[in-house]
């Protein structure tokens, strides 16, 4: 049904529905009441886009994502569901993995008339930095679990560094000295905040980084499982446990370890670094730094909202700390 519909029904303009649509003034009460029950008799749902048009406004808040995966499920719910509250609608859009597709959505969601755009980077270009300020001179861009520190663009990100802190403390005290390391993909440069705290927690212990126990990753459990496979056979001394920079390479090592027969943790501790749904639900269940991910997506929508009400604000960070999350993938060294 379209919006003509109505107003014939009621028997009056369509400007007339478009106001009380809208909640604008210049219609009698008697009118406005009559309009609404005819509305709601029919389950008419006006157009988003087109109730913008008048006020500029579409209603409509653009969500980059590199690609689906657990780790982004919870933000994603707390952008949606602050965008109900107020009357907003969510286009999300990914490049499934493709990073040269970010920059193709990243120019559709702003051709598309969104109000705001929230973006989570993944790997970061020139040519995206030129189109991110470019677009943000329009529209608002938030940046989610990243910073560019030479954009003037807000961000809202984990302490990343310190969360890896938290994880390295957690298997020193465990009486760990033979740690080896999953890191996050080249491109991360808040995953590489996690590779430098290993590295600073191993020196300031003197432990040293034994030749095989840094391996790389792409963030997924197959690239887990193959860093845990290069670990073994890289290292001429098995390292007691491992860190990794996320959940899914943490999981993916814990299944490289059980087809080989080395039990998690009695023969290797495997801690990974997210909190993501499943770490509670594996076996052994994960041991980890929660991300606080639901307050992220939460905090980061709060922002966009604050600037597409007052385009002036200034530029902010927002650092989420992260929480030691002990579950049973861990052993203890020390001895009672």
């Known amino acids: 049904m379209k919006i003509k519909d109505i107003a014939k029904i009621a028997g009056v303009s369509i400007a007339t529905v478009s106001r009380v649509v809208n909640d ?4 009698r009460d008697e009118v406005r009441k009559k309009v609404k029950k005819v509305i709601k008799e029919h389950e008419y749902k006006p157009n988003l886009i087109a109730r913008g048009l008048s006020s500029k406004k579409s209603n409509i808040i653009g969500l980059l994502l590199p690609k689906f995966t657990d780790y982004y499920t919870e933000q994603v719910d707390a952008i949606i569901n602050h965008c109900n509250q107020k009357g907003y609608r969510v286009m999300i859009t990914s490049s499934v993995g493709r990073f040269e597709g970010e920059l193709e959505n990243l120019n559709m ?31 608002p861009i938030v940046l989610l679990d990243q910073a560019i520190e030479e954009l003037s663009i807000s961000s809202v990100l984990p ?22 390391f999953i890191k996050a993909p080249y491109y991360d440069l ?30 997924s459990i197959e690239s887990g499982y193959e860093a845990m496979e290069n670990i073994l056979s890289q290292s001429k001394e098995s390292p ?13 090592a814990i299944n490289c370890l059980k087809e080989k027969g080395i039990e998690v943790p009695k023969d290797i501790s495997v801690m990974g ?43 902010k960070k927002l650092i989420i700390e992260q929480e030691l999350v002990i579950r049973d993938s861990v052993k203890s060294l020390n001895k009672d």
């Open 273 to 315: 670094i997210d909190d993501i749904e499943m770490a509670q639900h594996f076996i052994p269940k994960l041991t980890t730094v929660k991300q606080e991910l639901y307050h992220m997506g939460g905090e980061a929508i709060k922002l966009l909202f604050e600037y597409i009400d007052n385009k002036d604000l200034k530029t």
């Open 190 to 219: 808040e995953g590489e905040k996690r590779y430098q705290a290993y590295k600073d927690i191993m020196g300031r212990n003197n432990f040293e980084i034994k030749e095989g126990y840094v391996q790389g990753s792409d963030y």
């Open 109 to 139: 969601l702003y051709k598309s008339q969104v109000e705001g755009i929230i973006y989570f980077v993944g790997k970061m270009t020139e040519e995206k930095k030129e189109n991110i300020k470019k677009i943000n001179r329009e529209i």
């Open 24 to 27: 604008k003034p210049g219609v």
């Open 159 to 180: 302490d990343n560094y310190g969360g890896a802190v938290k994880a390295m403390n957690y298997l020193v005290n465990c009486g760990h000295q033979k740690i080896a």
């Open 240 to 252: 007691t446990a491992v860190l990794a920079s996320n959940d899914g390479t943490a999981i993916g």
